[in-house]
Each structure stands twice: as structure tokens, then as C-alpha cells.
């Protein structure tokens, strides 16, 4: 029965990281960047419930929207500031800005909001599903996190394949220059992604601290980074893949602190990045790019 | 005298003589304690950003988990002196075999962690680099090795019993404790000069030439019969023994050393990083300044502290925005020094 | 030639600064501190023959907590003790210096307390940056009384000495009360093995515990990365029936774990050391989860003895908030330096270091009844341990009550 409870805490938490692993997915098919401040627009939106629901009283709903708005426009404006100046630079100054976005991210936060950890109050009321008498518990959040998870990934899919948007975003990532002499707008294209992108992180940081009830300016970053070796794992720039990766690395990660050793699961969610680079760099459903000179 | 030769030796210079006016300084007793406490963590960031430096500006590969290979140098270099600290008396010689020791463990573990990621593209040598330092300080932090009369004890993950007059070398958590302090400034400096030493070599040679071949154009590189592998490995391998040598610095600075966060993690690889962008990609000479005035900086200004890293982080996005962005390019052009003083050499054209 | 003149600019910046700092602390570092870095002190009129007593905490980062409670607890001790004419006749100046909860910054702290002049050292306030600091006072020989750094390491010279419990005596004590109160006969342990306050205490608790019956059903570690999940450590002191789990760690996991067990329906009893205080501070943590929880700690601010009751008053009028076991800790370490102090007849013109030498043998001397002693007294041994009486406290109603 244990086996069972940690399986499903271990999909659970991996839901979450395919939610955020989606944001990575989509902005590096496109941008061809990693957003390493992706984890901290979580942590952002995070806050945002918390300061909306927790101190002012808001209804859940209304917060989790509030949050996603904030996500949403954080978003874009960090891509408008920081990015879209350095979209023909190299690959480094765009990384290295990138970390400094996600640096500025978590100190305004320790700035204003200040360092003591807060405790989040779960936006979910489900209550827990007992099976075999009580000795297997299926909490709330978990059932929630689960679904929420997969209607993102259905409605994703039918956006990016039934609408004109979504297709633009296909064109944009496979050949920018020839996307933009079909009189696709770039810009536009890439700040929707980041909107996208940046409206799911706050959907999954709410999860997240519902889950696990703690909030801190650093709750965003370990999540992301995690987030981002399940993208790879699944295969980066694909849809199912960041789904395929997320709930595989959640449910190692929880299995791994369960039966071989709490005190190691990061360091076998990261051997485990290493060792899917080093046998299929390109990730389980990922496809090959050949480089052009 | 060739430029580049010029150049180097007003870093040597620049280093040498900041060393005669510090020791100046503590021999009149004008330097106060607070200042002599930060002499040899200057020393050690700078030798890291040295380091971090010859990855970032000449393999053009951006690392972001330095801290590991610093963590590596540590703790072996660490483990050694303490093994040995009652055999070998002489000081310096002590510190010697413990650099040597960790500086040669931080660059086995680049090349081991190289072969694999410099494969890859630079997003990933990124990601994989951070994973690295994350997955070392996990291990440190659960690694126990024990010697007593029955010889060595190791575990990991469970604590061990030793015999009550053994010595413990790791002890998991608690890390090292009670190393010899065998660092000082005059160490530090001499460190810092061979590392400057090894990278100014390095950069202008024939290998140096081939690494900095490959980070500007990788194909082309290839296409004239340079062995990516074999150069990139190379640089990565010194790049992460440099940091080593940092680490065996640090860890004979302090009493007890442990694997936080705080001070083998992410944080402490993007602080150098900070150095190094700050210092301008590729100049040397810019790390060690930068290192050396962000060190001072926020104890000097204690009550900023809580803004210190915000600012980086400023700094960090601007100085980027400012080399990069076309517009500022344009802009610079328009109103540098350069375009009115001097002559246009090719290299600052760039 | 830009390039040039910006590197000339940086190198004289850094000479000018390096001479500069110099210059601004002349004197400072070599002993003679009666009368130096006066303008910087916090105490105005204290310029001839006070006292210099320094401390370091952490007063920002994830454990301010206990750093502010230190400076606050001992700036009121210090005011009391100005206010009825000081020590020996001499007033106390009193600095006190952020470490962040990080061993470098600490040592650096410190370095900049002595340019200050300190001639005693109230502090670290945490473990990990005492074991650094502690050395760097046995060379200097700078007497040190930690009021809340539990680690044996850090009383290691005979120059330290504390005011808690060590480690393992917190963890022996535990598994002691446990047994004699029968909580339980199954115990559970969480504990950051990443810390080594928290892997300390669960050492010596499951020593005890097993001689005296109590049986470890789990024993699960976490660390530091890995703070937000306890998931599956709990699940697994569940299903191994534990009736009691244990956790030596600080309380903003402790909130978590909490939280936690509450989700999946989990109630044991939790019982904690003196990390676990401050739990009822933490923002929105719904204190109903933390009803019954107990936890060995020498203080409970709803002790009706006048000196508690005092102190609580003070403290809730100056900061408005109820005092911590730390604050505590530190009101009785400035009071501990004062008796013997006084017992070794110091005065401020004195060194720092005739002064250390003074309190070794002085700390030996002297007992004390503080608010952490539960009303018995505090002795030393020249070893830098403290003995003094356990207390447990429990909480309820969302206060902390003294159990039993």
C-alpha cells in the first residue's frame, strides 16, 4: 500500500513538473533560449495567491485567476525588456541574462516580501478518496493537480494544431526567417509563447505550494530546474514529451527518496538528466536538428 | 615587446604590486582585522573567476557549476592535509600535496563530466554543469570516511562508528573538521599568479588558438581538422582545476568546511559568474578586480546586504543588454572614446 | 585605451579603498581599544571605559527569527543593566553584527566586531557559523558564550562556553522525557541530515532511546534541497505505527511537516527540540495543526515566576511580539557575563584577552537562575557546558504552555 501512496504522490508532484516543463518547452522551441527565470515567475505567482487569498480574503478562484494574470504579464514584460534585444546575440549572453532575470526575480521578492518562509494555504478542497478501508489515502490536491494537468495538455495540443496562432508557433519554431516571409508576426508569436508559457507556471506554482505548503523567494527555483530536466528528458520543444518527462521524473524522484535514499533523490533526478543526455541527447520523444553553418 | 605580452605582464605587475602595498599596509598595522579576514577569500574567488573565466570567454561554454569543482578541491585537498598533517610538519609543503591533490580530483571530474556534455550544446552544459555541483554537494553531505587502528571506514548515507581515538576525515554533514590553517595571502597570491600563468599560456598557444577557433564558429572549426573534443575537454578539464585549486584555498582558510548551499552551491557559481561578466568575458585581469571589489564591497557597506544581490543581478542583465543589444551597439559606436581618441585596432572594432 | 584607463581607474579605486579601510580603523586591531571605533557604537555617552560586548546572529535570511530574538533579548539585558549602573561601575556598549546563517560571513563579522573594539563575544546565534567563529576566538583568545549554538564543536576551546544544552544532551533528554512520561513506545525520527544541529541531536536521541526501551521504527533524513516535501518520510513513519515522530530541525519545516501529516490524515504526536520554537511565528501556518505538539525547550513565556513575567512585559512593549526560547537565551547570556564579570573583578581597560583569561576561571565559579534555568541554577563546567534542569513545553490554544 505504500508503494501505491508514494506512486501517486510521485505523479502527483510529476504533473506539476510537466505543467512547468510545458513553459520551457514551448519558449526553447521557439526562442531557442532557455528562460532560466521561468521557475521564479512560479514563485511570483505564488505570491500572489498568497498575498490575495491568504492576507485580503480573496476567493480561491479569484486569486488563482489574479495570480495568472500577474504570471502572464510578468511574462511578456521580461521578454519585451530582457530577451527580444538579445534574440540575434549568442546563446551565453542570453543564458547569463537570463540567470540575472531570475536573480532580480528572487531578491525583489526577499525584498518585499521578505525572507521567513510563509505558509500557503491549499486553494484545493477536494477532499481524499480512501480506498481498501482507509489504508490508502488519495489526497485531494493529487486528484486535482492530476486532472489539471491533463486538461492543460489536451487543451494545449488542440491550440497549437486547430488554431492560427498555434500553427504560427509550429512555423515560427521550425524556421524563423521563413515564418516571417509568410507574413507571420515574430514578435507577436514569441510574446504569446511567453504569455502562455508564463500564465501555466502560475496555474503550477499554485499546485505546487498546495502540495507542499511552504513559500519562500527560493520556492520557484529548484522546481524549475527540475522542470527543465524533465523537458529534456521528455524532449525538448515537444508537447508530450514535457508530460512523458515530468510525471517519469516525479515519480523517480519520490520512489528514489522512498526506497533507496532521502537524503539523495536530487542527486538521482540529476545523475539521471546526465545519463539521458549522454545515451539520447535529444530525449525520449525528441527529434534530431541537423545544424546549418 | 608584443602587445598581448604587454598586456600580460601589467596583470602580473597590477597583482604584485597590490600584494607589496597590502603587505606594507599590515606591516605599519594600518590594515584592520576585518580586511586582513577577507585577503585570502579574494584570493580564492579570483583564482574560481580565473577559472570560470577561460570556460566562459574561450571555450565559450557558459559553467554554472564551478562551486563543485571548488567543492571537489576542497574536500580532497582537505582530506589529504589532514591525513597527512603528522607526517608531513613543513607547512608548505603540506599545502602543496593537498593542491596537488584537489586540483588534480577537480580536474579529473571535469574531464569525467566533460566527456559526455561537451558534446552537447551550451544550454546544457549549463544545465548538466549546475547538476553536477547539486549532485557533489548531495554526495559530500552524506559521505563518511573514518580511519582508526582497523584502517579506513567509508559509508554513505549511514553513519559509521569509529574507534574512540580515530579520525574522522568526513564526517557527512559536519563535513571536515579541524584543518590545519595552512592559507595566507602570500599563498593566495602566488596561487593567482599561476593560474594567470597557466591561462595566458594556454590562451596563446596553438591549443589556445584551436579552443577559441571552436567557440566562434564549431563547424568551420571542424571543417579544417581541429578535434573539438580533445580542445574543448582541454580547456574544460584546466578550467575545473583551476577552480580546484581555488577550492584547497578555501578549505585550508577555515577551520571546519561543510557543503551548504551557501557556500558550494548555485549562489556561489553565479557570484562568480558575476565576476566574470563584470570583469569583461576573457580579460583576466577584469575577474580578479571584479572578484576583489565585490568581495570588499558589501562587508565594507554591511547594512546593503540585503540589496547586494539584487544588484548583481542588475548588473548581470545590464551589462548584457549594454554588450548586446543592437541598439546599444549602434549607440556605442556612435559616442565611444574610442571613435574620437584613438585609433581603431581591429580587436576593440569588434 | 579605454579599456586602459578604466582598468588604471579600478586599481587605484581598489588601492584607495584598501589604504582608506586602513587608515579609518588605525589602531583598531592591535589591543589598545578603549577609546577606538567609539563613534561607532550604539551607545552614546559610553565613550570612556565601557564594556564592548559584541554579538553575531543571523538578522536576515531563512533564520532570522532567532537573530533578531538574540539582538532584541539581549539589547533589553543590556538596557537593565546600563539603566542600575553597570558592570563594576562601568556601562556596557553593545554591537551586534549580521552573519546570514553562513560560517564565511560570520568570520567576517567577527573580524569587523573586533576592528570595533569587542572584548566579549555573545554569539554565534546558530551552530554552523559558531564552529567557524569558535577557532577564530581560541587564537585570538576572545571569550565566547554562545546563547543558542547547541553543536559540542563549538565549546571545544576553553574559551567557550553556552548557554543551551549541547546536542546530544538535547537529544538524550528527549529520548528521556519520552520514556519516563511513556508518550510512547514507537518513535519515529525526521531529521536534516544536512544539518549539523539536527543530525547531532538524532545521534545521541537514538542512543538513548534504545536503552531505555523505546522502540525506532523509522529513522528517515532529509536535507537541506529537499526541505519542502516529507511526503514520503512520513509515510513511512505511518505505516510503521509509529505513535510518536521526532523532529530535532528548526521550524519552518517543522510547519511543513505538520501541514503535511495533517493532508494524509496522520496524527501521532510530535515532539521537537528547541529549533520548533518559533513555529507559532510562521505566517499563515494554521496553529490548530501545531495543538499538542510538544517540545523540550528551557523557556516558556507564560511562566508565572516575576522574572519571566518581566522580561515578557519588556520585551512585548519594545518589539511587540512574545519573546522565543532564543531571546531568553540571550537576556540570560548578558546577565551570565555580568556575574562573573563581576566575580573575576574586570575592567574595561583591561585586554580582551586578560579578560578571556579572567572568565575561564570565573565561569567556573559562578551559578546563575536565569529564565532559561526553570528555576534552578546555571553552573559551568571548564569545558564550556552547561548544567541546568530540562523543561518541555507544550502547546495549546495556540500558546506555549510549560508541560505539566
Redesign the interface.
Known sequence: ??FL??LI?GIS?GSVYAIIALGYTMVYGIAKMLNFAHGDVIMIGCYAV?MTM?RQGWPPLLSVAFAVVVCTALGMIIEKIAYKPLRRATPLAVLITAIGVSYFLQNSALLIFG????????VVAVP?IKLAGGAL?I?G?AIVTVAVCLVIMVALTLFIKKTKAGQAMLAVSEDKDAAQLMGININGTISLTFAIGSGLAAIAGVLFCS????L?PY?GS?PGIKAFTAAVFGGIGSVPGALLGGILLGVIE?LG??YIS??L??AIVFAVLIIVLLVKPTGILGKKVSEKV | MKKTTRDHL?TFG?VVV?YL??QL?IAT??????????LV?MCTYSIVAIGLNLCVGYLGELSIGHAGFMCVGAFSGAVVSKLLSETVTNGILLFVIALAVGTLMAALCGFLIGIPVLRLRGDYLAIVTLAFG?II??II??LYIGKDSQGFHFSLSN?IEIEEEGLWLIN???GI?KITHLSSFTIGVVLILISLFVVYNLVNSRSGRAIMAIRDNRISAESVGINITKYKLMAFTISAAIAGAGGVLYAHN???V??????FGYNMSIMILVFVVLGGIGSF??SI?AA??LT?LP??L?GL??YRMLIYSIVLIAMMLFNWSPRMKDFRAAH???GR??KKTAK?AE | ???KLV?MF??L???A???G??????????GDTAQEGADSADDAGASEGSFKIGGIGPI???T??YGKAVQNGAQIAVDEINAAGGINGYQISYKF??D?????KS??????L??WGMQLLMGTVTT?PC??VA??TANDNMYLLTPSASST?VIEADNAFQVCFTDPNQGKASAEYIAEKKLATKVAIIY?????YS??IE?SFKKEAETRGLEIVAD???????S??F???L??AQ?AGAELVFLPFYY?EA??VL??AD???YDPIFFGVDGMDGILG?????TELAEGVMLLTPFAADSDDEMTKAFVAKYQEKYNEIPIQFAADAYDAIYIMKAALEKAGATPDMSASDICDAMKVAMTEISCTGLTSAGSEMTWEANGEVSKAPMAVVIKDGVYVAAE
Do not use: H, W
Not at chain 2, 29 to 38: D, I, P, R, T
Not at chain 3, 220 to 226: G, I, L, N, P, V
Open positions: 500500500m505504500s501512496s508514494n504522490n508532484l498568497f491568504s525572507a521567513d518562509t510563509k505558509s500557503f494555504t491549499s481524499p489515502t489526497p490536491t502540495t507542499y505548503p511552504s519562500t520556492t529548484m519520490i527518496r522512498a532521502s537524503q533523490s536530487d | 601589467i597590477l597590490v602595498i597590502v599596509l598595522g594600518n590594515m584592520s582585522s576585518l580586511m586582513q579576514g577577507l577569500p547539486e554537494k548531495n553531505n552524506v553513519p557527512g554533514a559536519k573538521a577555515l577551520s571546519t561543510t557543503a551548504t548551499p551557501a557556500n585581469r577584469g578586480i576583489v571589489l570588499l562587508e565594507l554591511r546586504s540585503d565611444s572614446l574610442k581618441f584613438g576593440e | 585605451m579605454k579599456k582598468s579600478l586599481a579605486a581598489l588601492a579603498s584598501l589604504v579601510c586602513g587608515d579609518g580603523n588605525e589602531g583598531a586591531g592591535d536576515t535570511g531563512n532570522a527569527l553584527e549580521d546570514q546563517n553562513d560560517a564565511e568570520v567576517n563579522a567577527y573580524n569587523s573586533k576592528d554552523t564552529v567557524a577557532p577564530e564543536d536534516n541530515s544536512s544539518s549539523v543530525s547531532g545521534a528517515e533524513a532529509f536535507t537541506d534541497d529537499s519542502t516535501d511526503s514520503t518520510q509515510q513511512k505505516s519552518t510547519s511543513i501541514t503535511q493532508t494524509m490524515g510562521v505566517e499563515n501556518f494554521n
